[in-house]
């Protein structure tokens, strides 16, 4: 299952996921992992949750952030959610066909491991491909 909160940088999507990640500790049965751009998260989020800090890993496009998130899960099984902060951003991108790709690679893969994804991308929500916004 798949989750995009999309808006405008100031919109509120970065406090959102927030209040998502910090309630996702108390009703995940499995480890929640949170992926992001910069510190900006780190005295916000509870600390049982694994956050990782995407640019020390140069992942400069989407093929690398699959890489990166198969090799989270096949180094813990035991992941229940993944939160990406900032994709486009992440990936070094606009929102565009290429995110829808990998967002139905997302889903896939979410459904046959049985992994959540909440993902925020910071772009007009009325720009988004209809292939990003079947996630909204």
């Known amino acids: 299952m798949i989750r995009v909160i999309m808006g405008k940088k100031g919109s509120g999507k ?53 890489g990166f998130v198969s090799g989270l899960y096949a180094g813990n099984y035991d992941i229940t959610h993944i939160f ?21 690679w997302l889903n896939n893969f979410g459904e046959k491991h049985n992994i959540k994804f909440t993902i925020t991308i910071s772009d007009d929500e009325s720009l988004a491909p209809e292939g990003v916004k079947k996630y909204f």
């Open 14 to 66: 970065t406090k959102q996921m927030i209040d998502m990640i910090n309630s996702a500790v108390q009703t995940e049965h499995g480890n929640v992992v949170c992926i992001e751009k910069g510190n900006k998260l780190t005295f916000d989020i509870h600390y049982q949750i694994r956050l990782v800090e995407a640019s020390q890993y140069d992942i400069a496009n989407y093929t690398a952030l699959k």
């Open 84 to 104: 990406i902060d900032s994709l486009t951003k992440i990936v070094g991108s606009e929102c565009d066909n290429e995110t829808e790709k990998f967002l139905d």
